[in-house]
């Protein structure tokens, strides 16, 4: 089993800066790769990163490349996503997830990631 917390929502301005944190408890989250995604209401989930389980290669939803960053900390069973040049487009709940089976190479699935967290709300005003 994997529990995971995200942190750190809140409501910001645009322009303004976030970062949250997923701390994980359980299995050794380092042997896992990890992704966040949002939803937004009336939307669908949505792929925003992926990080793999060393932390050399990440990978980025079209909507946030260039502004949002994904990195872990191993030693402290925690992954951020550094939020930058938030608009209002961002605001959605965010949630954390592990990829603890095979991967398929679909980084960008929701059904790629078995476990998830509660989600954070991120809010962005104009």
């Known amino acids: 089993q994997v529990q995971l917390v995200e942190s750190g929502g809140g409501l910001v301005q645009t322009g303004g800066s976030l970062r949250l944190s997923c701390a994980a408890s359980?299995?050794?989250?380092?042997?896992?790769?990890m992704g966040w995604f949002r939803q937004a209401p009336g939307k669908e989930r949505e792929f925003v990163a992926r990080?793999?389980?060393?932390?050399?290669?990440?990978y980025y939803g079209d909507a946030v490349k260039g502004r949002f960053a994904i990195s872990r900390d191993n030693a402290k069973n925690t992954v951020y996503l550094q939020m930058n040049s938030l608009t209002p487009e961002d605001t959605a709940v965010y949630y954390c997830?592990?990829?603890?089976?095979?991967?398929?190479?679909?980084?960008?699935?929701?059904?790629?990631?078995?476990?998830w967290g509660q989600g954070t709300q991120v809010t962005v005003s104009s």
């Open positions: 997830a592990a990829d603890t089976t095979t991967y398929t190479g679909r980084y960008y699935d929701a059904n790629e990631y078995s476990y």
């Open positions: 359980g299995r050794i989250v380092s042997s896992y790769a």
């Open positions: 990080i793999t389980r060393s932390g050399v290669s990440t």
